[in-house]
């Protein structure tokens, strides 16, 4: 069995209905508890169960990132970061408004739960959360 707890939500499960069943019924016994039956989303991840298990997706959430920032309607790259690409810390101007380079950048860091293939360069971008230059944001549009 696994208990999965974050802030005022709980996330119960086994193999074993009847375990389930009587988790709850202590819970409830403690504590208002209001079950919302199979779990579909949670913390902008959307599971969905088949006969072959369990898949995590993060579509909706994706998608929500993309239109807020104004690349919903991107093309598509074949790689998320140049091949070759060299970034320094010193080069290009600095950018007016860093936050929203740090917050694009947390945000590629939660993706990277279902797209692991943008782990290394979202790894290679946060290294200039700093102080984070044109040729950064650049390059982080590439990853959009």
């Known amino acids: 069995m696994a208990l999965l707890v974050y802030v005022d939500d709980i996330i119960i ?32 991840l959307e599971i969905a169960r088949t006969n072959k298990g369990i898949s995590l997706s993060q579509r909706p959430y994706a998608l929500q990132f993309l239109a807020n920032i104004g690349f919903l309607g991107s093309k598509l790259v074949s790689t998320p970061m140049e091949v070759n690409l060299k970034l320094s810390q010193d080069e290009g101007e600095a950018l007016e408004d860093p936050g929203l380079y740090k ?6 860091l939660y993706l990277t739960i279902t797209k692991p293939y943008i782990s290394y360069v979202v790894n290679k971008l946060s290294q200039f959360l700093l102080v984070p230059r044109v040729p950064h944001l650049q390059a982080l549009d590439r990853v959009l």
């Open 13 to 44: 499960a086994s193999n074993n209905e009847k375990v389930v069943h009587d988790l709850k019924v202590s819970l409830d016994a403690h504590f208002k508890l209001k079950d919302l039956g199979t779990l579909r989303f949670f913390l902008g």
């Open 103 to 108: 917050r694009m950048i947390g945000k590629l």
